[in-house]
């Protein structure tokens, strides 16, 4: 017996990070998109009119024909993806959680709230459990779950299998896509050939949102890691693709090869339970120097994978290595999908 799948909207639809949920979801086993929301001058459009698609390929068929709605919590299915831009989105969420809606976000806006998990579900997935916290506080009986930045979700997927050796001090600098900026992103003459050593609040949001998803969640509420998280964030030419190197003061001192070894057999519940975004390896170590051929199960993955290459001595704290991941699919669209898909399988959906 087929099972039903379970209806969901986008808020935000039809920017680029609404159209990256839209991709992400066509074909998806357990969601469906029969709704999408924008704002008043979209409203009362076919979606496939009230937008320029900026993805490859054409607009997914399932979705062409819906009628874009207003961000109204009175109406849509009862979960909710938000892609709006943050300008917005903290006053709507809020809206649609009060009204009962499950709000699934990839905006900023509720991520260092106390009450509100900041999810990558292979390092932190039993922050979930802050949920009925939420809803006390807050009276109300939706919710709303956010994912970390783009940089943020690298950095704490290849840092995860290192926390039971104590992380003491992390040094991150990152090289980051210009997808990761929207449309129309960043000016040409301004990133062709150049290396923008500036990202407005990244630097300032990666190192609190990582020491919030690697936190431990014990007593009632999050207790953040104890580790001093220092960032620096660039802006480079490349379309698609945020990588960091990270160096790393460890207190239990590990090898390289003992390092490495973690990396390579972590795994989490998003792969023990099969969720249908998780990638069979949430980590993928590449021991070759340079230019690794690519793997033959990369597709597999859709972009969820975290790859890290290059673990070797810091002179300075430790241990370093550099990490990278899909910005606009594991570090937004994705990230929010497979939270989502976890959710599910806690019974928060039900």
Known sequence: MTQRKIEVGVLGATGMVGQNFLRFLEGHPWFEVTWVGASDRSAGKRYAEAMNWNLEGAVPESVAGLTVAECNPAGGPRLMFSAMDASVAGEIEQAFARAGHVVVSNSRNHRMEADVPLLVPEVNHDHLRLIPLQQRRRQWKGMIVTNPNCSTVTLTMALGPWKPFGIQKVIA??????????????????????????????????????????????????????????????????????????????????SVEEAMAALERFTSVPQQRRLPSAPGRPVVVLRQADRPQPRKDAARDRGMACFVGRVRPCPALGLKMVALAHNTIRGAAGAAVLNAELMYSEGLLD
Do not use: W
Not at 184 to 209: L, Q, T, W
Not at 222 to 238: D, E, G, I, M
């Open 173 to 254: 600098t990152t090289l980051q896509a210009i997808s990761g900026a929207g449309y129309p992103g960043v000016a040409s003459m301004d990133i062709v050939g150049n290396v923008v050593p500036f990202i407005g609040g990244e630097e300032e949001k990666m190192e609190r949102e990582t020491q919030k998803v690697l936190g431990d969640f014990a007593a009632g509420e999050v207790r953040p890691l104890q580790a001093v998280v220092s960032a620096h964030c660039n802006r480079v030419p490349v379309v698609d693709g945020h990588t960091v190197t990270i160096s790393v003061a460890l207190e239990a001192r590990p």
